[in-house]
């Protein structure tokens, strides 16, 4: 009995390995075309406007993340918390669907509130930056509910066909200004109010799929095996298996706690730029734009990332929900040593030929520091772990707990920022506490990993 319990704890460890693997290579070839993206602009734009380029993407993935990606996140672990239960109905998408469109009416009325500050002080009073903003927000709305719809059914292959078809669609713009057949900032930016769009294309598969597997008789025999975990674990504990209706009130408190975390990924990721921007003067653009280009070897990882988590938080949803300890914690320790791995590599890389990579990837006149960008690589595999970190987390539906100690560490990093300590140099101070923030965060999330798994609510 006990070798078939770790037969099956293995073969569990071993397909959340699998799934994760297959979306970290589709994801990772996104990656590199993001990179490509903004090395064409930065090559083909001045500074100035490279720079807008660099606020323009800061801006729509600080609202975008905020907004949308904790619907994502609870989508991908209802889902899957669903699936264990053996709980029917579709009460979670209305809920979902209803937190989304509010969410993107509250952007939208905000927006055009603001029209004459985002214009003029945000976007250097381009028209069509404004616009852009406001056409890829509503459009991300879309796109990270079907992720999160996606991932919670464990379709990997699909959610990476969605991501890779947003790169590679916002790639193509940068690349007709590259080759000489449109010229300008506007075409540049276009890219990314197009690719939310056209990563949809993906979405009638997904419904098609979704239509067969709801007309089949019998569930997946991974599926049976999850309801009959579910059904020893209820018969235990001498609770009914009963279903509990998914309320507007439950989805909300836990997406509210989610996009706090939220407010706080974005503030490490582009605090340093918006913060350069608004005490560099009339430059401000332009190093904003180096920094940007620095933290790019932070932000380009966890946009892999980011997909990962939202994959391996069904798998993880269904330990902690039946009760697997084990692979539960075998499967965190798995994604923490690949992050490892990865960030020694990426480090090792800049070591070697940090500056002369970052000047063949961004050209222009300023100077990377070897030194510095060692400093942000290993700071993103100490990130990432954190991040891991909280995957664990709010499978286990400790995500009150999570967004404290997210809350506490984005404060500490504003203020460090704020505070002028004697820096000459604002890249420097902006690495050290990048690598500073990204430790107290890991730390804290660790001693709340450390804790006893309990039954996910």
């Known amino acids: 009995m006990g070798g078939a319990a770790q037969a099956d704890s293995d073969e569990r460890v071993r397909s959340y390995g699998r799934g994760a693997a297959i979306l970290s290579v589709g994801i990772g070839i996104t990656g590199l075309v993001t990179y490509a993206y903004f090395a064409l602009a930065s090559h083909k ?9 660099t606020l323009l993407w800061s801006a729509i993935f600080i609202v975008v993340s905020v907004l ?22 579709h009460e979670h998408l209305r809920v979902a669907i209803t937190i989304q469109l509010s969410l993107g009416v509250v952007f939208l009325v905000a927006a055009l509130a603001l029209h004459h500050p985002l214009k003029d ?12 903003l406001i056409g890829a927000v509503l459009g991300y709305a879309a796109s990270y509910f079907a992720r999160g719809f996606l991932a919670g059914h464990r379709r990997f292959g699909l959610y990476g066909g969605l991501v890779f078809m947003e790169a590679i669609s916002r790639f193509m713009f940068a690349l007709v200004v590259a080759v000489g057949l449109f010229s300008g900032q506007s075409v540049v930016a276009l890219g990314m109010v197009a690719a939310p769009f056209v990563s949809l294309s993906v979405v009638p598969w997904a419904v098609r799929r979704s239509l067969r597997r709801s007309s089949a008789a019998v569930p997946a025999d991974e599926d049976t095996d999850s309801h009959r975990v579910a059904e020893l674990d209820a018969a235990s504990s001498g609770e009914p298996s009963e279903e509990v209706e998914f309320t507007l009130s439950h989805g909300t408190g836990f997406a509210a706690a989610v996009l706090l975390i939220m407010i706080s990924e974005q ?13 560099e003067g009339a430059s401000g653009a332009a ?3 180096f920094v940007f280009n620095v933290l790019l070897i932070a932000r380009a990882p966890l946009q892999l990332f980011q997909a990962i988590q939202t994959s391996i938080l ?23 040593s690949a992050v490892a791995v990865f960030a020694f590599c990426v480090a090792l890389a800049f070591l070697a030929l940090g500056p002369w990579l970052m000047h063949v990837l961004f050209g222009g006149g300023h100077h990377y520091a070897r030194g510095g960008l060692v400093i942000v690589a290993v700071g993103m595999g100490v ?4 991040a891991t970190l909280n995957q664990a987390a ?18 500490a990093f504003v203020a460090y920022l704020a505070i002028p300590w004697g820096f000459h140099d604002r890249v420097l101070q902006v690495e050290l506490g990048y690598f500073g923030a990204a430790s107290l965060l890991c730390t804290l999330l660790y001693l709340l990993y450390r804790r006893p798994v309990t039954t996910a609510a």
């Open 394 to 411: 709010l499978a286990q539906a400790r995500t009150r707990q999570a967004a404290a100690a997210w809350l506490c560490t984005a404060f």
């Open 314 to 336: 069904p798998s993880l949803t269904r330990m902690a929900v039946g009760g697997e300890d084990d692979p539960f914690r075998r499967s965190v320790r798995l994604t923490l």
């Open 383 to 386: 990130y990432l772990s954190a």
């Open 68 to 89: 949308y990606r904790p619907v994502e996140q609870m989508l991908s672990r209802t889902i899957s918390d669903r699936d264990v239960r053996g709980q029917s109905g």
């Open 45 to 53: 734009l001045s500074n100035h406007d490279y720079g807008q380029i």
């Open 121 to 132: 002080n945000l976007l250097g009073g381009s028209s069509t930056l404004y616009w852009v």
């Open 267 to 279: 503030t490490f990721l582009n605090a340093g730029p918006l913060l350069v921007k608004a005490t």
């Open 287 to 289: 190093v904003a734009g």
